[in-house]
């Protein structure tokens, strides 16, 4: 009653007022009574009580344990008995907490899988744990199928193996705890990376920016001088051709003075005049006038041209470390070495030699991929890197990281080598193996030989004109494989790279080798 006038006290602008639960409307507002007839029932209600209906969500549904007991629509098992395999609702459950006899019987949670706790050929409750052959059984099984074997109470197994569980659990609980510390871990090295990278390019457009702002300001000034010293020049040569074009004026004019005096025909007058006409002045000094074919500035542009293929070359020998160094960056461990030549063409690498290291009478060709013995010595230009008296040859690209390439080869004998850039370059201790600096195998038309610091290693293995070598610096792996139809390996280093490695090839004479193109 207190709620609906409290509604139509705030109907009283409109007049017009209507029940909450009908909508009827009323004019004016009319008295509200008392219900007896439903305040009667509810005092009934209230004597007698209600029992009420069991609610929907009581009864079992398609995925629930039903009651063996409940006739009609089903209500959900809550327990379930072993020993006469039925289930019970809350309500027919009550027998089994009054009765002393069934308090005794053992309950479980519900489940549909009852049956199988029945021996299916004696139909009886398995309550045996045969451990010879680790399955339930019944006490007529330890008679027949199972006589002899060692058997306990399915109860005294499970007490004895309860603690597996828990130790199961724990370990896997562990192994959940160091799963969710490695997943968060590599989180950090996401965001870490992330952070590194948009560093890194931001610095590297800084750098590259300098660069540029020094190549424009370079070119600026070169500009500038070039301007500079032509109006220094043009000047000059404007001054010099000025004074020339004057000297000429004056020729011109003594010239036609002369002429005049030469038709005089008073000689008193002839003689007084000429030592006045005939004087001339100083010629003006032409001899530092130098006039070469059309090469003033060109020289410019030579020194010009040298500086970018200076550049060029810097660039392209930098790029490779540059390119090498971001592919090196590698969060996870390292990866498993490939198991077949198309696993390793993956990491195949464009490899080229470096003629700056070659030994004078090795000839390159072939884009200076394949290197070639010969009689005569090359015009190559004197460095320091260059091999003095082994007939080898390094490549142009430091490698790191992981690579993969490979060498064919012809004649009697080949080293396949990688070698650090500071190997010595003369005598003996320069030889391919022979060093700590670097690795090789001696390839022989039916044998191989390995070689480091020295120590030889025979080798076994099918002969092949194709030897593949794949490196991974990081993780300390040097194979060499005989390629055909199949890769075989042929030997495996383990150890630990401290510099970039270049890739190194001997030729005996008569021999060649190339690298070859995989991609």
Known sequence: MSCIKGFWDGEDQRKIYSCPQCRETFTPRPVLKKSTMLAALVEQLKKTGLQAAPAD?????????????????????????????????ENHLQSHHKSTKLKKHKLVEPSEKLQENICSRHDEVMKIFCRTDKKCICYLCTMEDHKGHDT?????????????????????QQRIQHREKDVKLLQQEVEAVSRSADKAVEDSEKIFTQLIRLLQKRSSDVKQQIRSQQETEVSRVKELQEKLQQEITELKRKDAELKQLSHTEDHNQFLHNYPSVSQLSEPTD?????????????????????????????????????SLAVTEVDVL??????????????????????????????????????????LHPQSYSSHTDRFTNQWQVLSRESLTGRCYWEVEWRGSVVFVAVAYKNISRSGEESVFGRNDKSWSLYCYPNRYEFRFNDIKTPVSGPGSSRVGVYLDHRAGILSFYSVSETMTLLHRVQTTFTQPLYAGLLVGGGNAAELCKLK
């Open 286 to 322: 032409s001899s530092s006038i130098n006039i070469r074919p059309l090469r003033y500035f060109e020289d410019v542009t030579a020194a010009v041209s040298k500086l970018r293929d200076k550049l060029q070359g810097i660039l392209r020998d930098e790029w490779t470390n540059i």
């Open 57 to 89: 969500h009581c009864y079992a549904g398609p995925e629930d344990v039903a009651c063996d007991v409940c006739t009609g629509r089903k209500l959900k098992a809550i327990k379930s008995r072993l020993t006469c395999l039925m289930s019970y609702c």
């Open 152 to 172: 306990v109470p399915a109860a005294a197994e499970r007490t004895e193996r309860q603690r597996e569980p828990e130790v199961s659990r724990l370990n896997i």
């Open 333 to 374: 461990l390292p990866q498993p070495e490939p198991k077949t030549r198309a696993g390793f063409l993956k990491y195949s690498r464009e490899i080229t030699l470096n003629p700056n290291t070659a030994y004078t009478r090795l000839l390159l060709s072939e884009g200076f991929r394949k290197v070639t013995y010969t």
